[in-house]
Nanobody, 123 residues
């Protein structure tokens, strides 16, 4: 069984920063990602990282330059650093994981999901 525990969400003013964490336990995982879902909208891809030695990263085009995904293999933890936050970044952020070697950008690419953490950006 895989468990993904997210933390780090909260309320922040526009222009501020937050760092989300996702601690994974259970089976060996190769791909980790962050998605987000705003009220009334579909869940969308944010960023992904391979658990392999190369640690390849992938980002939604609209978020490149503001969001950074990283990992700590020793802690089995993935992070999402979010800078220069905007009100439109307000959403529930979900950690996702899969045993696939190459990370995908679609919801269906991931088998395991966290419970989500709320990020609210005020204007």
């Amino acid at each position: 069984q895989v468990q993904l525990d997210e933390s780090g969400g909260g309320l922040v003013q526009a222009g501020g920063s937050l760092r989300l964490s996702c601690a994974a336990s259970g089976r060996t995982l190769y791909s980790m990602a962050w998605f987000r879902q705003a009220p009334g909208k579909e869940r969308e891809f944010v960023a992904a990282i391979s658990w392999s030695r190369s640690g390849n990263t992938y980002y939604a085009d609209s978020l490149k330059g503001r969001f950074t995904i990283s990992r700590d293999n020793a802690k089995n933890t993935v992070y999402l650093q979010m800078n220069n936050l905007k009100p439109e970044d307000t959403a529930v952020y979900y950690c996702a994981a899969d045993q696939a070697y190459y990370p995908g950008t679609q919801v269906d690419n991931y088998t395991y999901w966290g419970q989500g953490t709320q990020v609210t950006v005020s204007s």
